[in-house]
């Protein structure tokens, strides 16, 4: 069986009319405001086959209330967008993958995000109709940070969360989740011309980055988890992904396929691509252009998945 996309809880009803009624006509709005995950479609241990057959992807961004959203969205041309209504949270700089989880006791999602120079993390839970965030502060010292994701290997011990940083002094930092903190792990120097990030692979012995430079180029970078071997880079496209402040990354498939979406902050909207399998300037880019829509006022987008499912992109 495989996961299911993890999808926001809607605030409540008041909240689903008020989106239907001033969102656009191409922008579907869910009717259910019941989380995904509260349905028994997320799993407590781990999925074994780790790519799905499932194509949607559920994109989060944090509004100016201060508040979060989210949209999912399925590919076509142009993609279709549904929306959830947003609910009150902290306003956020940076914010990391949100990660949902379901126990016999709660329904929840966590993630990490950074406020100013604060690094905190967020623990959402779904168990009634008003989400309920909570906040824990983790540490400063993350003003100089541009880009943070997170990769989450989970099917096989050990299992293990690295979290990423694109620094403003050109250097890609690497940290490994140590109990309620981060311990570094040592960085990577040649990032200067970098702009946006996501992860694309998590597996036992690697991650994969797909980044975007200034200037436009895609690259995905290949990241052992061995601390003393160096990122391998691959060109995928050289132009055409100037605009994206952030990306956002889904397995889409059962061969390795991903979606991607980008955003755009000067416009406030998002486009989403289909990738094959990673494999440079090999891979297979399918643009499906603008979410019709889909208009996200806030300063960037996150991937919204289960605990479980796995990137294989590469």
């Not at 949902?100 to 950074?114: C, E, N, P, R, W």
């Not at 604060?118 to 541009?146: E, Q």
Request: proline share 6%.
């Amino acid at each position: 069986m495989k996961l299911k996309r993890f999808a926001l809880a809607l605030a409540g009803v008041g909240m689903l009319a008020a989106t239907a009624a001033t969102g656009p006509a191409t922008a579907a709005v869910r009717t259910d405001p019941t989380p995904g995950i509260a349905k028994g479609n997320l799993k407590t241990t781990p999925n074994t086959k780790l790519a799905s057959g499932g194509c949607q992807q559920d994109v989060g961004f944090n509004t100016p209330t201060p508040a979060i959203n989210d949209v999912l969205v399925t590919p076509g041309k142009p993609p279709r967008p549904e929306f959830y209504s947003e609910f009150r949270f902290v306003g956020t700089r940076l914010n990391t993958t949100w990660y949902g989880v379901k126990t016999d006791a709660h329904i929840y999602t966590h993630g990490l995000f950074v406020q100013g120079g604060t690094l905190y993390r967020s623990v959402t839970y779904f168990d009634t109709d008003n989400p309920r965030p909570t906040y824990a502060r983790i540490g400063s010292g993350w003003s100089s940070f541009t880009q943070l994701v997170t990769s989450n290997y989970a099917i096989t011990a050990p299992n293990r969360s690295y979290l990423y940083g694109l620094s403003t002094n050109g250097s890609l930092y690497r940290y490994a989740a140590s109990g309620a903190t981060f311990r570094a792990l040592g960085h990577f120097p040649g990032f200067k011309g970098f702009k946006a990030m996501t992860v694309i692979s998590e597996t036992p012995t690697y991650d994969t980055l797909l980044m975007t430079t200034k200037a436009g180029a895609l690259w995905t970078v290949h990241i052992p988890a061995a601390a003393s071997t160096k990122p391998v880079l691959k060109l995928v496209r050289s132009s055409g992904f100037a605009a994206y402040e952030s990306l956002a990354a889904v397995e889409c498939g059962t061969r390795g396929g991903t979606l991607v979406t980008g955003f755009d902050n000067d416009t406030d909207s998002i486009y989403q691509y289909a990738m094959s399998k990673f494999n440079g300037s090999k891979t297979a880019v399918t643009s499906y252009g603008r979410v019709p829509g889909a208009t996200v006022p806030g300063t960037g987008i996150f991937s919204i998945t289960g605990h479980w499912n796995q990137l294989v992109g590469e």
